[in-house]
């Protein structure tokens, strides 16, 4: 499974951005996103199934960050809103293949990973 992650960029704190993943193939049962900031360890964000439900977010997201998805493009999306600077970071899209995880807000139980995208929040 090949992730290909794009939409990064600056803004200004309050802002929005909307992240994609483009995931060629129907493959992955579900995909996530995850944000590492430098000297930080890496923080989950996002996930969602395959089927567009069953989505859980990380406690610094919920409210302003939305993820989706659309099969017909194999992509999935992270809209991003109210920005803060603390949202600074690389996010990193993410895909399973397993079909049962007791935590899917756990990066074990993903099994691909994408390259990065920069989003940067001023202040």
């Known amino acids: 499974v090949q992730l290909q992650a794009s939409g990064g960029g600056l803004v200004q704190a309050g802002g929005s951005l909307r992240l994609s993943c483009a995931a060629p193939g129907r493959t992955s049962n579900r995909f996530a996103w995850f944000r590492q900031a430098p000297g930080k360890e890496r923080e989950f964000v996002a996930t969602i199934a395959w089927s567009g439900r069953n989505t859980k977010y990380g406690d610094s997201v919920k409210g302003r960050f939305t993820i989706s998805r659309d099969n017909a493009k194999n992509t999935v999306y992270l809209q991003m809103n109210s920005l803060k600077p603390e949202d600074t970071a690389v996010y990193v899209c993410?895909?399973?293949?397993?079909?049962?995880?007791?935590?899917?807000?756990?990066?074990?139980?993903?099994?691909?990973w994408g390259q990065g995208t920069q989003v940067t929040v001023s202040s």
């Open positions: 993410a895909a399973s293949t397993y079909a049962y995880n007791s935590d899917w807000g756990l990066a074990s139980g993903y099994n691909y």
